[in-house]
């Protein structure tokens, strides 16, 4: 299970679907009438459209063989199962037993650590750290970009207290929150894998000197740890009632689903953050059972590479029509490129096709007027996906809702259908690929149902490129050589460009 079990029939597959004739959509949709309820699929209140990707029977069936020579079948139900596939580290994978797949004491476990959180939070509401307005949460990586997006997306006008989340080690956004927030009223959450996580222990300490400078007589009282080192943290002096753990299994990129999404889950209320994880758990049902023709996470990945490996697209957009999923780009930035972001396979030897995409984008109607001139009319092909909310939750005239819906569709119709002129510059190449992902409306199970879609997607590509997802060491070396700038940084094994930076700044 834990390396490449059939390379010659994975190369043939590739052949195969590289050996894929190629069709205008336009072609796609004349030739077949049924495209559209081929290629949509709804489930777990989500619609995703992919027809107006170039996928087609040809290009299924070639994919579905490459999942066969992956033994895609068998290393999905090890991710379910628990098992170690992180190979690399020697570790299970275990984000989805917080939503209750998996091995049966992972997910009791999980069940442990949820009904502390729940605990904690019920105190915090009856009062027990007296009255309470605020929550610092002070994470980095995983353990900030998680929290952020559930709090901005869905907090806006329910949520019970403000909460800031703090990941840069930029002094300036620290002192932001301070000037906003009361010391004496508010709490402070420290989340680290291992508590020891630079950036976010220097963070912490400053957060602490804000509480003693304001007179606040037990700034250690008012901090929660959420680690997957409790020991750290109780060596610290944080209280057993006040720590909050998780699974060393699950990644910092995964890891809202637990202890980690403490924030989200004070600011919305237990049921809230219930209903995120039955969200992601219905996704997880929908990418377990159903067929690759008609499931979202395999199609979705289908589509990935196909234009990565066989178009050689460099990059994909996410463009949500909807403001409160604005941090959606940078959360699965994180996800995507630091699970696939690879370039050797399970043996150890570099991969002859592309990893991950370039993952970017930003907020209709925003983006417009900003990058979608070269989505249109520019030399690269780039894969586009617009996610929209059906429903308007703001309470002025509905045009402003029915006016973000239109542009959304509008640009999926002009990158598919382009305009000939016979003015060059005003001419539009068209057949460009767009996916269309569509919720009833933006509340948590939705919320939780498409961020656990991603998750799937990003693991099916790594399957497909036979590579390790669960690992991250391509962010170590710069962490090392930080380090040694701060505590030698008259280290001659620099470069003269480093060397010469650090003189200008350092001294």
């Not at 066969?68 to 989805?96: P, S």
């Not at 476990?109 to 309470?132: N, P, Q, S, W």
């Not at 906003?180 to 220097?202: C, D, Q, R, Y």
């Not at 008259?490 to 470069?495: G, I, K, M, R």
Request: aromatic letters at 8%.
């Amino acid at each position: 299970m834990a390396r490449i079990a059939n390379k010659a029939a994975i190369d043939a597959a590739w052949k195969q679907v590289s050996a894929c004739s190629e069709k205008t959509l336009k072609q796609l949709f004349e030739e077949d009438s049924n495209r559209l309820s081929g290629l949509v699929v709804e489930t777990a209140k989500l619609r995703f459209d992919f027809s107006k990707n170039h996928l087609d029977s040809q290009k299924l069936t070639a994919f579905k063989k490459l999942l066969e020579a992956c033994d895609f079948d068998a290393r999905r139900k090890a991710l379910f199962a628990g098992e170690k596939i992180n190979i690399t580290e020697d570790r299970a994978v275990e984000h989805m037993a917080e939503r209750g797949q998996g091995a049966p004491a992972s997910v009791a476990r999980a069940k442990e650590y949820h009904a502390r959180m729940r605990t904690l939070i019920e105190a915090i509401d009856a009062g027990a750290f007296g009255e309470v307005k605020h929550l610092l949460h002070i994470g980095i990586g995983g353990s900030a970009l998680g929290p952020k997006l559930l709090i901005d997306a869905l907090t806006r006008e329910s949520g019970r207290y403000d909460v800031a989340v703090v990941s840069n080690v930029d002094g300036q956004a620290l002192e932001e929150v301070f000037k906003k927030f009361n010391p004496h009223k508010t709490l402070i959450a420290v989340a680290s894998k291992t508590f020891t996580t630079a950036e976010t222990m220097l963070n912490a300490e400053s957060a602490m000197e804000w509480m003693k400078k304001h007179g606040v007589e037990d700034p250690q009282g008012r901090m929660i740890a959420l680690t997957a080192n409790p020991a750290k943290a109780s060596e610290m002096g944080i209280d057993d009632t006040r720590i909050l753990p998780f699974a060393e299994s699950i990644g910092g990129r995964y890891s809202l689903w637990s202890s980690i999404g403490f924030p989200a889950a004070l600011a919305l209320g237990w049921e809230g953050f219930q209903q995120l994880l039955e969200g992601g758990a219905a996704m997880d049902r929908h990418f377990l059972e159903a067929a690759p023709e008609k499931n979202a996470p395999i199609l979705a990945a289908f589509a990935d590479q196909y234009y990565s490996a066989v178009r050689g697209a460099q990059t994909h957009g996410i463009f949500a029509y909807d403001e409160r999923l604005q941090l959606l780009p940078f959360y699965l930035q994180q996800l995507e490129m630091e699970s696939n972001g690879k370039r050797v396979d399970l043996d150890g030897n570099l991969i002859d096709h592309p990893s991950a995409f370039i993952t970017w984008g930003g907020v209709g109607t925003d983006a417009q007027h900003a990058v979608f001139q070269l989505l249109h009319q520019g030399t690269r092909l780039v894969p586009i996906e617009f996610i929209a909310a059906i429903k308007a939750d703001d309470t002025l005239n509905p045009v402003h809702h029915k006016t973000l819906l239109t542009n959304a569709f509008a640009q999926g119709a002009a990158l598919m259908s382009g305009r000939d002129n016979k003015d060059p510059a005003r001419s539009y190449p068209g057949d460009r690929p767009s996916t269309t992902i569509l919720m009833e409306e933006l509340r948590p199970a939705q919320l939780g149902a498409l961020i656990a879609f991603y998750e799937h997607r990003t693991f099916t590509n790594g399957v497909l490129l036979g590579i390790n997802s669960f690992d991250q060491f391509g962010v170590e070396l710069g962490k090392e050589m930080a380090h040694a700038i701060a505590d030698h940084p008259e280290n001659s094994d620099f470069d003269p460009s480093t060397k010469a930076l650090i003189s200008a700044a350092l001294k």
